[in-house]
């Protein structure tokens, strides 16, 4: 059986600065307010509880926790899912959600 992909969206539960990351660098290179219930990053991973542990949520910023949109056997579609939100969020707030780097 093939691995389960899952697309996740990382949403802020209180407002608060976060890092906003930028193509070419490691680190995050801005702080951005983000407001309760604002995306700060789409994503997927083939394993959430070690790519996105306690600890990795705890460093980005307080009060952001991910939640599984959407679950298939189909890396793919899970990718498709994922470039199909940063698009879609692009096209309504003119720029990348601050946790996403660029679409690959």
Do not use: C
């Not at 996740?8 to 608060?16: A, D, M, P, S, T």
């Not at 193509?23 to 790519?51: A, S, Y």
């Amino acid at each position: 059986m093939a691995a389960v992909t899952h697309t996740k969206g990382f949403v802020r539960q209180r407002g608060g600065l976060y890092p906003e990351m930028k193509w070419g660098f490691k680190d995050p290179q801005n702080l951005v307010w983000l407001e309760r219930g604002e995306i700060w990053k789409f994503g997927t991973t083939k394993n959430p509880t070690t790519r996105y542990s306690g600890s990795f949520l705890e460093r980005t910023g307080e009060g952001l926790f991910y939640k599984t949109e959407f679950s298939s056997p189909s890396t793919f579609q899970s990718l498709r899912l994922e470039a199909m939100k940063i698009l879609n969020y692009k096209f309504q707030y003119l720029n990348l959600p601050p946790g996403n780097k660029m679409i690959k």
